[in-house]
């Protein structure tokens, strides 16, 4: 079975800190993406950072970057000058191909992370 | 552009009614998808809709069914509700599918009682 792995179900760190979420993921494609979305409490998802699998370069979005380890399949988020506004359940996914040009979003079970004035 | 609107926000429904959720994507995207999401089971893809054709379908029994019509809007039905329905459900919205962006909805916040 193809399945994401979340295994901090709640994390928190100090205004302005460093913090880490971590993810492992299981796949035989070799086509994919791998993506980490934002849920803030009782708003929308947004996509925080996106990995190509064929790309050996972590992706890095202004204070958000990845640490992609394809042979481990580990996909982990560090979030760097934590602000108030990234308390949010954090998801990793996978994105393969599933067929008739439609690509399938997979999900873990989420990373709750506080933010500590 | 606006964005990915859903309705209704919430609904409240009893055991073996059945329910129409509605969803109208970004101007211009094709594809929508819907998604399941409980505390348990987490998110679950329910089905992908791209130029009125569902071209790809998650493992959901036949009482979910969804369409999508000529202006790319998308509704999804559920009959016979249970109570393990109760849900947020979900759309997110892409220019084709495939490798673009999903850009989500606020979703349905549907609780059956």
């Known amino acids: 079975a193809q399945t994401v792995t979340q295994s901090q179900p709640e994390m928190s760190v100090q205004e302005a800190e460093t913090v880490t979420l971590s993810c492992t993921y299981d796949?035989?494609?070799?086509?994919?993406?791998l993506f980490w979305y934002k849920q803030p409490p009782s708003r929308q998802m947004i996509l925080v950072i996106r990995?190509?699998?064929?790309?050996?370069q972590n992706a890095t979005e202004n204070r958000f970057s990845v640490n992609f380890q394809k042979a481990a399949k580990s996909f982990s988020l560090k979030i760097s000058d934590s602000q108030l506004g990234d308390a949010a359940m954090y998801f990793c996914?996978?994105?393969?191909?599933?067929?008739?040009?439609?690509?399938?979003?997979?999900f873990g079970k989420g990373t709750k992370l506080s933010v500590i004035p | 552009k606006a964005g990915v609107t859903q309705t209704p926000r919430y609904l409240i429904k009893t055991r073996g009614q059945q329910v129409t959720l509605s969803c109208s994507p970004i101007?211009?995207?094709?594809?929508v998808s819907w998604y399941q999401q409980t505390p348990g089971q987490g998110l679950q893809f329910l089905f992908e809709?791209?130029?009125?054709?569902?071209?790809n379908k998650g493992n959901f029994p036949g009482r979910f069914s969804g369409r999508q019509f000529s202006n790319s809007r998308s509704e999804m039905n559920v009959s016979t509700l249970e109570l393990g329905d109760s849900a947020l459900y979900l759309c997110?919205?892409?220019?084709?599918?495939?490798?673009?962006?999903?850009?989500f909805g606020p979703g349905t916040r549907l609780t059956v009682l």
């Open positions: 997110a919205s892409s220019f084709t599918g495939g490798q673009n962006e999903q850009f």
């Open positions: 796949t035989s494609e070799s086509d994919y993406y």
């Open positions: 990995q190509e699998a064929y790309k050996q």
């Open positions: 996914a996978y994105r393969i191909p599933s067929g008739a040009g439609s690509y399938q979003l997979t």
């Open positions: 101007s211009g995207h094709r594809s």
């Open positions: 809709y791209f130029s009125e054709t569902q071209r």
